[in-house]
Structure formats: structure tokens, C-alpha cells
């Protein structure tokens, strides 16, 4: 368990790229955009990029299990974001793509090679400037491997299906507990078992449990985890 550094957070100079990785409803994009605001960085959702394929692929009737016409209309997607937003095709979808609907089918999409392909592409690009942080579940391990600091989130999933049936309600879904918890669990396997690119925790990583912590207080810990990655690249 890491002790909480109570000193007054720093603001870092040399600006460094961030994975987070972890499961469904961890809290890891919220994390994100709130220690990117904290940094002055970039907040990257890759997951929303991938809600944004699913949602191009129900919109336009694609059988996502049907590889080839899968590769075939890739091309005809642009992904884009508007400050923290994710645009399709020049459209913000951010709040579209958060529906149950797109989250039911967005982790078998997110296991075609040529979905993940496009994406990490485009992910890798965002990062060479540097100070990116970016979530989802294979940055730290495929997107970002060399990333100067990599955190590995988790939380109980009583915790978890309660974010996310909590999240859901606040948008107006009329969803059960249970339905939250059957779609995470099948992520989950999903997730962690596909062939290609599965969840899995970088060696390097720190994982950080944020069941019983607040944001501020996950946001402590890591802001004092990149002053000192910084400090060590600095002296090196």
C-alpha cells in the first residue's frame, strides 16, 4: 500500500506520456481528464475511440463478426476529438457512445486486429509530443510500452457495477444493477482473454485500488509518482 505524500502538489516542468490501464469502471477516464487538467497535459480516451467504431458499425448496419467488410469500411471512418469529446466523422457521438447499447458490443469490436491497428495508429501518433495521458486497456503494454509512467487501475467489482449503474442512471439509461454487472463481467473476459492485444498489467506498472480513494486522492499519489519520474530523467 503507498502512503499518501500530503505535500502540496507540484506542478512538473518536463512533460512525460501517462498509461492507464484497467478494467471497465475503474475510473480511469475520469482519473485521466482530471490529472490531465492538473498537468496542463492531453487527455486521450481511447476507449471512446472504440465506442465510436462500434457506433459507426450500428449505425450503419456492419456485421463487426464479418472481418473483411470490417477492414473494407475502416477507411470511411475519421476519428477526432473536440477538447476531451470523441467526434465521428466530424460529429461528437461522446455522449452516444456511452449508451448500454454501444457498450454491449464495443468489446468484441475492440478485438478485431484491424480495429485495434487503426486505433493504436492513431494513439501513437497523439503521443510522440509527449505529455499525453491516456487510458484504456492496452496502453501501457502496446500503445505506449515506453511510457515514463504507467498505472494500472483497479477496484472491486461491487464498486464497479455501482460507477457504472450510478453513471448510467445520472444519463437517463433505465438499466438494472444486474444488467451493469452482466455487461462488465462479459467485458471482462472478453478483455482480458482476447488473442490479440488483451488487458493485461504492464511488469512496470503500479497498480493503484482506488475503491476507498477519491480522485483528489488518486491524483495525489499520482502527480507525486510523475515529479519523481521526472526528477529521475532529469538526473539522468
Known amino acids: 500500500m503507498h502512503t499518501l505524500n500530503k505535500n502540496k502538489r507540484k506542478q512538473v516542468k518536463r512533460k512525460i506520456n501517462i498509461a492507464i490501464d484497467g478494467f471497465s469502471s475503474t475510473g480511469k477516464s475520469t482519473l485521466a481528464k482530471k490529472l490531465a487538467e492538473q498537468l496542463a497535459y ?8 472504440y465506442r465510436a467504431i462500434a457506433l459507426y458499425f450500428l449505425r450503419h448496419d456492419i ?20 477538447g476531451q469529446e470523441i467526434c465521428l466523422n466530424n460529429e461528437n457521438v461522446d455522449a452516444e457512445v456511452r449508451t448500454l447499447k454501444v457498450a454491449n458490443i464495443v468489446s468484441p469490436v475492440a478485438t478485431i486486429p484491424s480495429v485495434r491497428d487503426f486505433c493504436v495508429a492513431q494513439q501513437q501518433a497523439f503521443g510522440k509530443k509527449k505529455g499525453v495521458v491516456m487510458d484504456g486497456r492496452d496502453i501501457g503494454t502496446v500503445v505506449f510500452p515506453q511510457a515514463e509512467l504507467k498505472i494500472f487501475l483497479g477496484a472491486s467489482e461491487e464498486v464497479r457495477v455501482e460507477r457504472r449503474y450510478l453513471e448510467l442512471k445520472y444519463k437517463g439509461q433505465e438499466v438494472s444493477r444486474e444488467d451493469v454487472r452482466t455487461n462488465l463481467l462479459k467485458r471482462d473476459e472478453i ?37 519523481d519520474r521526472v526528477a529521475s530523467i532529469e538526473i539522468d
Open 191 to 227: 478483455d482480458a482473454n482476447r488473442e490479440y492485444n488483451p488487458l493485461r498489467k504492464a511488469e512496470d506498472a503500479i497498480e493503484l485500488d482506488n475503491s476507498a480513494l477519491s480522485v483528489s486522492e488518486q491524483i495525489d499519489f499520482i502527480v507525486n509518482w510523475v515529479n
Open 42 to 49: 492531453t487527455y486521450i480516451d481511447s476507449g471512446a475511440m
Open 63 to 82: 456485421d463487426y463478426e464479418d472481418h473483411e467488410e470490417v477492414a473494407k469500411v475502416l477507411p470511411n471512418i475519421t476519428l477526432s476529438f473536440e
